[in-house]
């Protein structure tokens, strides 16, 4: 990650907790429910962030549950799970201080597009994953509605002076579509078992517009729902759930 977004990323996380976290988005709802019948046993999240969907993972899945941090804030909240708690950084040059093999799953959400040596860690992510393990990953898929709409009208995908995306600028160094992930992901080893596209539910942003108009939320969410019978190129932010030496037809869940 960039130097200069670090401090930004710091202040958006002061004052926030588990209990206190307005920006919910709607992968963290996803989990434990998408490893469906796979019986993960040792499963790390990568980047835990504040620990909303370890949490969710530690309350409601059997499991040996690492997590891993570089903020402060988030660690301390981290350490309240109880869970095995590491702090490496991700982006760095040299190998991750994990062992060959030894996870079932790998969560890496909302991270790469953050990373400047990311052929790298991906490598690296190959490497720790059992051969019949499973990496569920996921980035903000550029060529979504969500994204194209605003730079038809001429707007930037984040702007630099804006509040509400000023640390995206600075902190979103890698821009991926649904399709370019699949393709870079296949030359590292990886192929799509299922893509999982979530309906707008349990965001903060889709909480506030049903609390105006539930009419208007129900129209959203539908409206949603047959785009992505369509395809998993208009999702903003499908979890996409990588295996290595897979060689089925994936599948596509909308949840």
């Given at each position: 990650m960039r130097t200069d977004s670090k401090a930004l990323e710091a202040d958006r996380m002061q004052?926030?907790?588990?209990?206190?976290?307005p920006i919910l988005h709607e992968r963290h709802r996803?989990?434990?429910?998408?490893?469906?019948?796979?019986?993960?046993?040792?499963?790390?999240?990568?980047?835990?962030?504040?620990?909303?969907?370890?949490?969710?993972?530690?309350?409601?899945y059997p499991c040996y549950l690492?997590?891993?941090?570089?903020?402060?804030?988030?660690?301390?909240?981290?350490?309240?799970?109880?869970?095995?708690?590491?702090?490496?950084?991700?982006?760095?040059?040299?190998?991750l201080p994990l062992e060959d093999q030894s996870y079932d799953a790998i969560l890496c959400l909302a991270t790469i597009e953050h990373?400047?040596?990311?052929?790298?860690?991906?490598?690296?992510?190959?490497?720790?994953?059992?051969?019949?393990?499973?990496?569920?990953?996921?980035?903000?898929?550029?060529?979504?509605?969500?994204?194209?709409?605003?730079?038809?009208?001429?707007?930037?995908?984040?702007?630099?002076?804006?509040?509400?995306?000023?640390?995206?600028?600075?902190?979103?160094?890698?821009?991926?579509?649904?399709?370019?992930?699949?393709?870079?992901?296949?030359?590292f080893g990886f192929t799509v078992d299922t893509v999982y596209l979530p309906l707008p539910e349990g965001s903060s942003h889709f909480m506030k517009i049903r609390s105006r108009s539930k009419a208007i939320a129900f129209l959203i969410r539908n409206f949603f729902r047959l785009f992505y019978l369509a395809s998993p190129r208009w999702h903003q932010e499908p979890v996409v759930c990588f295996a290595k030496n897979y060689h089925e037809k994936p599948r596509k869940v909308i949840l």
């Open positions: 004052g926030l907790s588990v209990e206190n976290y996803l989990f434990p429910e998408i490893f469906e019948q796979r019986n993960h046993k040792n499963i790390i999240d990568i980047s835990a962030g504040m620990g909303i969907i370890a949490k969710r993972i530690k309350d409601n690492s997590c891993n941090e570089v903020d402060e804030t988030c660690l301390k909240q981290l350490e309240k799970l109880q869970v095995n708690l590491s702090s490496f950084d991700l982006d760095a040059t040299e190998a990373l400047v040596n990311v052929d790298h860690f991906i490598t690296e992510l190959h490497r720790v994953l059992k051969d019949s393990g499973r990496l569920y990953l996921s980035v903000p898929n550029y060529a979504a509605l969500y994204w194209m709409i605003p730079l038809v009208m001429g707007k930037t995908f984040h702007d630099p002076l804006d509040p509400k995306s000023r640390y995206e600028f600075y902190a979103h160094i890698r821009y991926f579509t649904y399709h370019t992930l699949v393709e870079y992901m296949e030359h």
